[in-house]
Antibody, heavy 118, light 106 residues
Framework: EVQLVESGGGLVQPGRSMKLSCAAS????????MAWVRQAPTKGLEWVAT????????YYRDSVKGRFTISRDNAKSTLYLQMNSLRSEDTATYYC???????????WGQGVMVTVSS | DIQMTQSPSFLSASVGDRVTINCKAS??????LDWYQQKLGEAPKLLIY???SLHTGIPSRFSGSGSGTDFTLTISSLQPEDVATYFC????????FGAGTKLELK
């Protein structure tokens, strides 16, 4: 069974940093691309970032470019999202997702809440 | 950027009803439209991918149709466990989600 478990969320002040982790199990992590998707309170879902199966390629939405870094450790089957210079508009539940072929998000984690507030 | 307009936002139906949810894209997205279900407190679950392909383990009462800009998710006979929020995703050019449809039992 595919399982994705996020951790590392919480309350953080504007301008500070936070790192999210996603522990994957139930599949061969190193064979799949991965992504982060977020949902702000009372708002829709939006894609944040994607990383290729081997970490060689990364893609970001414009609003997080230069501030967020997606990375992975295939030996630990873990996905990361380093978030710097956080803004109030980054407040959201962040979901870890798996990519399979042409399916951008075939399995999702339960999500982790990030609140950016002073 | 491609915009996705999902309707209705809320839907109330009875067990056994046929339910349809729609997504309209602001431009042609070919077949690259997926549907997801999210129950309260749970992770989103992929139901349908590429317009009409049923994801692994999804009951056959769920189906998808459409092409180009107009797409539909159909539940042929609503079951109590189908109470959830449903949303669409286009992945023809970038990724854009619909705003969601909250489905409840009447």
């Amino acid at each position: 069974e595919v399982q994705l478990v996020e951790s590392g969320g919480g309350l953080v002040q504007p301008g500070r940093s936070m790192k999210l982790s996603c522990a994957a199990s139930g599949f061969t992590f190193s064979n799949y691309g991965m992504a982060w998707v977020r949902q702000a309170p009372t708002k829709g879902l939006e894609w944040v970032a994607t990383i290729s199966y081997d970490g060689s390629s990364t893609y970001y939405r414009d609003s997080v470019k230069g501030r967020f870094t997606i990375s992975r450790d295939n030996a630990k089957s873990t996905l990361y999202l380093q978030m710097n210079s956080l803004r109030s508009e980054d407040t959201a539940t962040y979901y870890c997702t798996r990519s399979y072929g042409l399916l951008p998000f075939d399995y999702w984690g339960q999500g982790v809440m990030v609140t950016v507030s002073s | 950027d491609i915009q996705m307009t999902q309707s209705p936002s809320f839907l109330s139906a009875s067990v056994g009803d046929r339910v349809t949810i729609n997504c309209k894209a602001s431009q042609n997205i070919n077949k690259y439209l997926d549907w997801y279900q999210q129950k309260l407190g749970e992770a989103p679950k992929l139901l349908i991918y590429n317009t009409n392909s049923l994801h692994t383990g999804i009951p056959s009462r769920f189906s998808g149709s459409g092409s180009g800009t107009d797409f539909t998710l159909t539940i042929s006979s609503l079951q109590p466990e189908d109470v959830a929020t449903y949303f669409c995703l286009q992945h023809n050019s970038g990724y854009t989600f619909g705003a969601g449809t909250k489905l409840e039992l009447k």
